[in-house]
Structure formats: structure tokens, C-alpha cells
T-cell receptor
Framework: QVHLEQSGAEVKRPGSSVKVTCKTSGGNFKNFGISWVRQAPGQGLEWVGGFVPMYRRGLYADKFKGRVTITADESTTTVYLDLNSLTSADTAVYYCAKDLGASSPLDPWGQGTLITVSS | SYVLIQPPSVSVAPGETAIITCGGNNVGSKFVHWYQQKAGQAPVLVLHYNSDRPSGIPERLSGSNSGNMATLTISRVEAADEADYFC???????FGGGTKLTVL
């Protein structure tokens, strides 16, 4: 059973960057991808992008292209979300979730990481 | 991009049946997954591939998907079912806006 453990909450200044960590355990890291989904306060779920192991690269939602980078370290079975040029609109809880691609659901999810962007 | 429409809220009394809809253009041609999110917690998968229940999910939860509407049905609603519910289509990571289920 795959388990996902995320890094802790952070407060960032507008214009800065943030790196969120998703440490995986309990599965074969080469056999699954990781999607990142965010949730602004009181809002719904929004896909940011994901790491696709088959291609060993990230795929990104159009809204975030140019501002987001998703990478993975096989040696530590960890996936990273880098988001730059932060604004207050990026304040949200960021979740990672196991993604088998194709038509599969996201399951399980990490506990979430609150990123607050404030001056 | 593809859009999924959910009612913002549904309210039912304990023991009654809650029906949460998820509308989308020809959504019946896609697989739909459903997630439950309780306050302050991460989402949890409760139905996948329209109507299959992951291990540990009670039989009171069921689903269907046809035409332009997918449905999550919760029978014999309990206080513990109070949560936000989100649908997601299978061929892209797009979510509905979420439905808050209130148990009266």
C-alpha cells in the first residue's frame, strides 16, 4: 500500500518560489505517477500537474505552464512541486496523490501542505 | 476544457437517501470517480469507475453514470457522511465544483 508524506506548511512572499515535497513509500516508485492538486481556502480541487514515470517528466495544466516544475528523485522516491512567481492567488493547500494514469483515479492522497502567500 | 457541474449543497435527515449529481457533456461515455473530503482532511476515494467501491467503503454508497449525468447515492445517511463530495472524470484530471452534504 503506497503512503504519501508531504512537507510542512510554509509562508512565502509575493514573487518568491516554493518547493513542496511528496515522499512516497510502500510501492514500486517506477510503476506509478504523482499528481499535484491544490485547494484554495473554501474552494474546490484544481489539478496543477503531475509526474509521469514512463516519460520521466512532468505534465502541467495550461494555467500553470511556465510557472511550475514537477520533478522526481528515484533514489529517495520523492516527487517535488516547484511553483514560482507566487501571488496571493496561490495561497492554497497543495496535495499530492498517486496517479496510475489513463482512466485511473487518484488514490491515495498525501495529507496536504498549506502554502500561504502574504506580504 | 471539460466542465463538471455539481450542486453546491445537499441536505438530508439521518436514515434518508442523499443523491449527489455530477453533470457533464456526454459524461456517460467516460469513467467518473468520486471523492469524499471531511473538514480539514485530504480527499478520500469512495467510488471509482462509476460504481466500484474501494476496499473499506460501505455498500451504502453507490454510483451510476449515463448520458449527461453521473450520480453518487448514499443510502441510510449517517452523521459521519457529512462532508464535501467531488466528482472527477477519468480521461483528464478535472473535478466538479464539489457538493457539501449536510446531515440535518
Amino acid at each position: 500500500q503506497v503512503h504519501l508524506e508531504q512537507s510542512g506548511a510554509e509562508v512565502k512572499r509575493p514573487g518568491s518560489s516554493v518547493k513542496v515535497t511528496c515522499k512516497t513509500s510502500g510501492g514500486n516508485f517506477k510503476n506509478f505517477g504523482i499528481s499535484w492538486v491544490r485547494q484554495a481556502p473554501g474552494q474546490g480541487l484544481e489539478w496543477v500537474g503531475g509526474f509521469v514515470p514512463m516519460y520521466r517528466r512532468g505534465l502541467y495544466a495550461d494555467k500553470f505552464k511556465g510557472r511550475v516544475t514537477i520533478t522526481a528523485d528515484e533514489s529517495t522516491t520523492t516527487v517535488y512541486l516547484d511553483l514560482n512567481s507566487l501571488t496571493s492567488a496561490d495561497t492554497a493547500v497543495y496535495y499530492c496523490a498517486k496517479d496510475l494514469g489513463a482512466s485511473s483515479p487518484l488514490d491515495p492522497w498525501g495529507q496536504g501542505t498549506l502554502i500561504t502567500v502574504s506580504s | 476544457s471539460y466542465v463538471l457541474i455539481q450542486p453546491p449543497s445537499v441536505s438530508v435527515a439521518p436514515g434518508e437517501t442523499a443523491i449527489i449529481t455530477c453533470g457533464g457533456n456526454n459524461v456517460g461515455s467516460k469513467f467518473v470517480h468520486w471523492y469524499q473530503q471531511k473538514a480539514g482532511q485530504a480527499p478520500v476515494l469512495v467510488l471509482h469507475y462509476n460504481s466500484d467501491r474501494p476496499s473499506g467503503i460501505p455498500e451504502r454508497l453507490s454510483g451510476s453514470n449515463s448520458g449527461n449525468m453521473a450520480t453518487l447515492t448514499i443510502s441510510r445517511v449517517e452523521a459521519a457522511d457529512e462532508a464535501d463530495y467531488f466528482c472527477q472524470v477519468s480521461d483528464t484530471v478535472v473535478f466538479g465544483g464539489g457538493t457539501k452534504l449536510t446531515v440535518l
